[in-house]
């Protein structure tokens, strides 16, 4: 199990409250708001409850900690558990783990969630998620064994047995464990997120949205239901405005800057996005999708001398990486040196078998620069490489109507038009002008 997938897991557990669905701006205003009732009620352990759970989510683990630990010291009897459970959380939350060491540091948060004879079940989950983030994958087994001896049909065990699953990274398993805890319990968040993130891991996109929203309208307040929302949703306005609200939410954030960098990058706002990718490198410098990010929003903004600072960081980061290669190369022709430019498009179109743009932008840049039969030897690769995509088509045309070939680049330009991939308005213009 990944770092990021046993985060994933620590963070997807909350006790929910089901709230009206919020925007980013309101979010803010109920954090400001929860902060005022706290301190207009300091007696007020249900007040300190909300707040500290708010914070957590807001990933400013000190802050939950504090207010959490104010808020049990207030409490008593199942209060009290509830508090200190959620306490134990903001400590697994952190993500502060070191598989190195024998046991979880967040044991003894969880060990002190029982008080007498209350919270042994919650403890035990407690126990179970901080070795689950260990990925010590049967010792949280056998917790969740006596969690449920200790109080049968307790949810919360229910939902670690789901996060075993996942963590075990079998996807059809989880997602029909997760859809029976959600007819158990439709009225629980947690489930429908579980349910709709691991229909993303396997690749079931269109069927991930309607779990997500379902898990957002019951806890509108949790940034991760709005997260994987916009990571579900097709790239638009809602997905946009979805993954800035769960920016607000929680601001350190990659995986979500990350995403907020990709759609602005979509609606042509470079600018947005490369302060986007900038904030998730801050948190998570070596994260290659949001250095690959930032060469592209570069890219767009032609800086070319910035770009190519970026997809450098970004090869060294991974170097088979062809979107990196790619932007490395736009960033080479757009600064004149079209030799190491074609190169680079020629390395990443070797990477991505699937992906005709490494050899098509070669042939552009070569054109551009006044080469024009060095750029149909990589139009005709492409087009043997790419038969069914018009683009290859359009490409050879353009490199054979800049060598005088006017009858082959007319049929090409007709065989572009029977293909997807093209705009075949642009297409058709380039067929009527030729004479």
Same mark, same amino acid.
């Not at 290659?288 to 960081?313: E, F, I, R």
């Not at 490494?358 to 551009?368: I, P």
């Given at each position: 199990?990944?770092?990021?997938?046993?985060?994933?897991?620590?963070?997807?557990?909350?006790?929910?409250?089901?709230?009206?669905?919020?925007?980013?701006?309101?979010?803010?205003?109920?954090?400001?708001?929860?902060?005022?009732?706290?301190?207009?009620?300091?007696?007020?352990?249900?007040?300190?409850?909300?707040?500290?759970?708010?914070?957590?989510?807001?990933?400013?683990?000190?802050?939950?900690?504090?207010?959490?630990?104010?808020?049990?010291?207030?409490?008593?009897?199942?209060?009290?558990?509830?508090?200190?459970?959620?306490?134990?959380?903001?400590?697994?939350?952190?993500?502060?783990?070191?598989?190195?060491?024998?046991?979880?540091?967040?044991?003894?948060?969880?060990?002190?969630?029982?008080?007498?004879?209350?919270?042994?079940?919650?403890?035990?989950?407690?126990?179970?998620?901080?070795?689950?983030?260990?990925?010590?994958?049967?010792?949280?087994?056998?917790?969740?064994?006596?969690?449920?001896?200790?109080?049968?049909?307790?949810?919360?065990?229910?939902?670690?047995?789901?996060?075993?699953?996942?963590?075990?990274?079998?996807?059809?398993?989880?997602?029909?464990?997760?859809?029976?805890l959600t007819s158990a319990t439709p009225g629980r968040a947690e489930a429908w997120l579980y349910?709709?993130?691991?229909?993303?891991?396997?690749?079931?996109?269109?069927?991930?949205?309607?779990?997500?929203?379902?898990?957002?309208?019951?806890?509108?307040?949790?940034?991760?239901?709005?997260?994987?929302?916009?990571?579900?949703?097709?790239?638009?306005?809602?997905?946009?405005?979805?993954?800035?609200?769960?920016?607000?939410?929680? %601001?350190?954030?990659? !995986?979500? =800057? *990350?995403? /907020? @960098?990709?759609? +602005?990058?979509?609606?042509?706002?470079?600018? &947005?996005?490369?302060?986007?990718?900038?904030?998730?490198?801050?948190?998570?410098?070596?994260?290659?999708?949001?250095?690959?990010?930032?060469?592209?929003?570069?890219?767009?903004?032609?800086?070319?001398?910035?770009?190519?600072?970026?997809?450098?960081?970004?090869?060294?980061?991974?170097?088979?990486n062809a979107s990196a290669r790619l932007a490395h190369a736009e960033a080479l022709a757009g600064?004149?040196?079209?030799?190491?430019?074609?190169?680079?498009?020629?390395?990443?179109?070797?990477?991505?078998?699937?992906?005709?743009? %490494?050899?098509?932008? !070669?042939? =552009? *840049?070569? /054109? @551009?620069?006044? +080469?024009?039969?060095?750029?149909?030897?990589? &139009?005709?690769?492409?087009?043997?490489?790419?038969?069914?995509?018009?683009?290859?088509?359009?490409?050879?045309?353009?490199?054979?109507?800049?060598?005088?070939?006017?009858?082959?680049?007319?049929?090409?330009?007709?065989?572009?038009?029977?293909?997807?991939?093209?705009?075949?308005?642009?297409?058709?213009?380039?067929?009527?002008?030729?004479?």
């Amino acid at each position: 199990m990944s770092k990021s997938r046993a985060l994933l897991l620590a963070a997807l557990v909350s006790l929910p409250v089901a709230a009206p669905l919020a925007t980013a701006h309101a979010q803010e205003t109920r954090l400001s708001a929860l902060e005022a009732e706290a301190k207009a009620k300091p007696k007020d352990a249900g007040a300190a409850f909300a707040l500290g759970r708010a914070y957590r989510r807001a990933g400013k683990w000190a802050a939950a900690k504090t207010e959490l630990a104010r808020g049990a010291a207030l409490a008593t009897g199942e209060e009290q558990v509830k508090l200190r459970y959620e306490l134990a959380l903001s400590e697994i939350d952190q993500g502060i783990v070191n598989t190195s060491l024998p046991k979880p540091p967040s044991l003894a948060a969880c060990a002190n969630v029982k008080i007498g004879k209350l919270g042994e079940a919650l403890s035990r989950v407690c126990a179970a998620k901080a070795w689950l983030g260990m990925e010590r994958i049967s010792i949280a087994e056998d917790e969740l064994t006596a969690a449920e001896k200790a109080e049968p049909g307790l949810y919360e065990v229910k939902l670690g047995r789901l996060e075993v699953t996942v963590a075990k990274q079998t996807h059809d398993a989880a997602i029909v464990e997760a859809k029976a805890l959600t007819s158990a319990t439709p009225g629980r968040a947690e489930a429908w997120l579980y349910l709709g993130t691991e229909l993303l891991a396997a690749g079931k996109r269109a069927d991930a949205v309607a779990p997500l929203k379902k898990a957002r309208e019951l806890d509108a307040d949790w940034p991760e239901a709005a997260h994987h929302l916009c990571r579900a949703l097709p790239d638009g306005v809602e997905a946009r405005d979805l993954a800035r609200t769960a920016v607000a939410m929680r %601001g350190a954030w990659p !995986a979500a =800057q *990350v995403r /907020l @960098g990709e759609l +602005e990058l979509g609606f042509g706002t470079p600018e &947005a996005g490369q302060k986007a990718f900038e904030a998730a490198l801050k948190g998570a410098p070596k994260l290659v999708a949001a250095q690959v990010g930032l060469a592209w929003s570069l890219v767009k903004q032609k800086k070319w001398d910035d770009a190519k600072k970026a997809s450098s960081k970004a090869i060294e980061l991974a170097a088979n990486n062809a979107s990196a290669r790619l932007a490395h190369a736009e960033a080479l022709a757009g600064g004149g040196d079209v030799e190491n430019a074609v190169e680079e498009f020629k390395f990443a179109a070797g990477l991505d078998s699937k992906d005709p743009t %490494g050899l098509l932008r !070669a042939s =552009q *840049v070569l /054109l @551009g620069a006044k +080469e024009p039969m060095k750029a149909l030897g990589h &139009a005709e690769a492409a087009v043997k490489a790419f038969p069914e995509d018009g683009r290859t088509y359009e490409v050879r045309a353009d490199a054979e109507l800049a060598t005088g070939d006017k009858k082959a680049a007319k049929d090409d330009y007709k065989k572009a038009l029977t293909k997807p991939n093209v705009d075949k308005v642009a297409v058709q213009k380039k067929l009527d002008a030729i004479k």
